[in-house]
């Protein structure tokens, strides 16, 4: 193994070839290239293959990555892809949008000593990227089939990683979503530059080949009420995810020009698919010649940093209350923002907004110090008095994070958290109703892509069993 592996020493870690700032500014298309085979075989190479992976503990879906890494290092890149889609249901898209610097990559030994992470996440994508390329993802082909059906409610990355799982057991599954396309977040929230629809596309095509039925455009509990969903199906699967953003609570809030991150990502979105947007929309949506600023830290709000640039924005400010060091999201992607031109305010936090005749102007802000850790670990904040500074703005984008949607409207009986998700079995993820489960973001709160196919697939494992026993107490009738 040794003349395979460990080869961090004589080679230095090295990322995919990322498109320069100036011309990905352009456009909308990915900014990272794939490995080429021999890159994919050197980079994993530099694995140590430790006896305790930290790598795979920090993986939310416990990733066998020491052994994929391995097999990838030997040249053996089918059966690298293989077992990496054992444990996940989206590789390929894990391996563009995961935040591999505080899960997988953070953990990597090799990191710790100082010679720089195995660079996971490109290889996953690459290995997967291939295996698309060459025919080796296999289309979902049941065993049996079984006479039970299954409802799941959303077609985001918990409720398609769910249906995989179930289908592959032979049960029948059909997937509700309010919008005209599957996907969720993967479709309609992250930028093409972090992850292509087509990329998405295929997965649900994949499903679809696979005998999983779409049923779009339709919302529960309006379209279609709860009950009746629960009388068509043996048991229900709720992952709608978390759509109601944080609100920015200063005077001055309710002026034009001050919008939400999320109907604005969408709407980018949904012009890069070709879809007509109204007008009126598409003028109040743009960035286009105006100076923008994005208030938060997170992934959402690089998301919209980086989207306004492409959009022409005169200029883009990233306003954030605590330093680069406390930021939650991916440190890759506020380096991409920074190549990008984007200018980050740290220690800021708005205090007003400013309009002239309805229309925003100005956000006026103040510094902030840093103190002590709270609950959390993150140290707290205060304002320094005197410190107010105003920048210029046309446009103010409201990147705070995002609650649950009133799920009581859903099913008064559902028991919900104090924080308004949907309370479950910590395991089983059974919620108080028989045969009602419950995955993703709307009972763990907006968290990552990653969590909830992790939550998706646990569900399923969950709803395989009691379904299994429902088959059963029919045939003891």
């Known amino acids: 193994m040794t003349e395979t592996m460990l080869k961090f020493i004589r080679i230095d870690g090295e990322m995919p070839a990322k498109r320069d700032a100036k011309i990905r500014a352009e456009d909308f298309e990915e900014i990272y290239a794939g490995y080429i085979r021999e890159k994919a075989q050197e980079q994993s190479s530099r694995c140590s293959q430790c006896g305790v992976p930290f790598c795979q503990s920090g993986c939310p879906l416990q990733n066998n990555i020491p052994d994929w890494l391995y097999l990838s290092a030997e040249g053996r890149l089918e059966d690298a892809y293989q077992l990496s889609a054992q444990t996940n249901s989206m590789p390929e898209i894990c391996g563009r949008i995961c935040p591999q610097d505080r899960l997988c990559e953070g953990a990597c030994v090799i990191e710790k000593s100082g010679h720089g992470a195995v660079t996971i996440g490109a290889i996953e994508k690459t290995l997967t990227d291939n295996a698309w390329d060459n025919g080796w993802v296999a289309p979902i082909k049941p065993i049996t089939e079984q006479t039970l059906s299954v409802g799941i409610i959303g077609a985001g990355p918990a409720g398609l990683a ?13 997937i509700y979503d309010r919008h005209d396309r599957a996907g969720g977040l993967l479709m309609y929230g992250i930028p093409n530059f972090k992850l292509d629809k087509k990329i998405v596309q295929r997965r649900i095509d994949r499903l679809k080949d696979g005998g999983v039925k779409f049923v779009l455009n339709t919302n529960i509990g309006t379209d279609i009420s709860f009950d009746e969903l629960r009388k068509k199906h043996a048991a229900i699967l709720v992952a709608t995810g978390v759509y109601k953003s944080r609100a920015l609570l200063v005077p001055g809030c309710g002026s034009d020009g001050v919008i939400e991150a999320l109907p604005y990502l969408t709407n980018s979105n949904r012009l890069g698919l070709g879809d007509k947007v109204q007008m009126d929309t598409a003028k109040d949506m743009t960035t286009k010649n105006r100076h923008v600023v994005v208030i938060g830290g997170g992934d959402t709000a690089m ?16 306003l954030y209350r605590r330093d680069q060091a406390n ?7 506020t380096a991409n923002a920074m190549d990008e ?26 510094r902030m110090r840093l103190g002590l850790p709270d609950k959390s670990g993150r140290q707290t904040v205060s304002q320094i008095k005197g410190s107010e500074f105003d920048l210029r703005a046309d446009m103010v984008i409201q990147a705070l994070g995002f609650t649950p949607e009133d799920m009581s409207a859903l099913n008064p009986d559902m028991t919900l958290t104090d924080y308004g998700t949907i309370k479950t079995h910590p395991t089983k ?26 939550e998706g697939r646990d569900a399923a494992a969950a709803m395989h069993q009691y379904l299994e026993n429902q088959l059963a107490d029919m045939a003891a009738e």
């Open 429 to 454: 993820f059974e919620t108080n109703i028989p045969g009602v489960y419950a995955a993703g973001d709307i009972v763990r709160g907006a968290s990552l892509v990653v969590w909830a196919i992790r």
């Open 327 to 333: 930021m939650p999201g991916s440190a890759r992607e």
């Open 303 to 318: 998301d919209c940093v980086r989207t306004a640039v492409r959009q022409k924005a005169k200029s883009v400010t990233c």
């Open 341 to 366: 031109g984007v200018k980050f305010e740290w220690l800021a936090a708005p205090q007003s907004i400013h309009d002239k005749d309805g229309q925003v102007t100005k956000v006026r802000a103040v």
């Open 162 to 174: 769910a249906a995989e799982a179930l289908r592959a057991q032979g049960w029948q599954v059909s």
